[in-house]
C-alpha cells in the first residue's frame, strides 16, 4: 500500500495550491480518503474528508476555501486550497480508510508521508 502526496510549496496569502495524492495497492473506490495536517509544535487535525459516494466533510477553519474531490479512474485524491493564510502552514497528509469517513485520525488505516504547505504573509 503507497499514498504519495505532491504538490506543497511556498505561496502568498491569498494564493492557490492544489495537493495530490495517489494511492496504489489497495482498492481506491472503496476507501474513504481524508487530509490531515500538523503544524509546527502541535498535533494532528482533521482538514477534509470524502466518502466512496463523494460525501464531502470539512473542518470548520478550512470551510469555503479548501475543497476535497476524488477521481476514482486515478486513484487520486486532491485538495483545493485557495484563500490560503500564514495559519494554513503545516505538513500535510492523506489517508485512507475501510471503515468511515470520520474527522477521527484512528479510522484511517493507510497514511501518506505528508507534503510541506508554506504560507508567506
Known amino acids: 500500500v503507497q499514498l504519495q502526496a505532491s504538490g506543497g510549496g511556498l505561496v502568498q496569502a491569498g494564493g492557490s495550491l492544489r495537493l495530490s495524492c495517489a494511492a496504489s495497492?489497495?482498492?481506491?473506490?472503496?476507501?474513504?480518503m481524508a487530509w490531515f495536517r500538523q503544524a509546527p509544535g502541535k498535533g494532528r487535525e482533521f482538514v477534509a474528508s470524502?466518502?466512496?459516494?463523494?460525501?464531502?466533510a470539512y473542518a470548520d477553519s478550512v470551510k469555503g476555501r479548501f475543497t476535497i474531490a476524488r477521481d476514482n479512474a486515478k486513484n487520486t485524491v486532491y485538495l483545493q486550497m485557495d484563500s490560503l493564510k500564514p495559519e494554513d502552514t503545516s505538513v500535510y497528509y492523506c489517508a485512507a480508510s475501510s471503515r468511515s469517513w470520520s474527522r477521527l485520525e484512528s479510522v484511517y488505516e493507510y497514511w501518506g508521508q505528508g507534503t510541506q504547505v508554506t504560507v508567506s504573509s
Open positions: 495497492g489497495f482498492t481506491f473506490s472503496h476507501y474513504a
Open positions: 470524502i466518502s466512496w459516494d463523494r460525501s464531502t
